[in-house]
């Protein structure tokens, strides 16, 4: 078997991959592609921690936007069409599952979040509709008539 040399990267998520050169490079050569490697993964761990948050709107930065449309793609990908109500952008692409399962967190924590208000202000209401009512009865201003 021919000389080789070995190095170990590791990758984003925990991961490693081996790169095995065989043959009688240099020492130096070696480096230099354990170096462009050692590059490549630089840029896939960037575009990692630059997760994209499909709630956010790249334009305006508001975080109220939407899906208007999605269809499942082949494998693990969505085309989705987003708007956003702040500035009117729309976009339409294709998501992995895992930014879809993120984005349907957010989505689903806001829901919770816009009937947790609602019921906050239709008590309020209420609470304000009962103290009026009576306030007019106790006022004389309902009569059993008005019923």
């Known amino acids: 078997m021919r000389s080789y040399q070995t190095k170990r990267i590791p990758l984003p998520g925990g991961k490693f ?3 095995v050169v065989f043959g009688d490079e240099s020492p130096e050569t070696f480096e230099r592609a354990a170096s462009e490697q050692d590059s490549a993964v630089a ?7 630059e997760q994209v948050d499909l709630h956010i709107c790249p334009e305006c930065a508001g975080e109220l936007v939407y899906p208007v449309g999605w269809e499942e793609r082949r494998g693990d990908f969505w085309e989705i069409t987003l708007r956003c109500p702040n500035c009117e952008w729309w976009h339409t692409d294709e998501y992995e599952d895992e930014e879809v399962e993120r984005f349907d967190d957010v989505l689903n924590d806001g829901t919770e979040e816009l009937l ?32």
């Open 17 to 19: 991959i081996e790169i």
């Open 43 to 49: 840029i896939a761990t960037e575009r990692e921690e």
């Open 116 to 147: 947790a208000t609602l019921r906050t202000f239709a008590r309020a209401n209420m609470e304000e509709d009962v103290e009026r009512l009576i306030a007019a009865i106790d006022s004389g201003l309902i009569q059993p008539m008005d019923f």
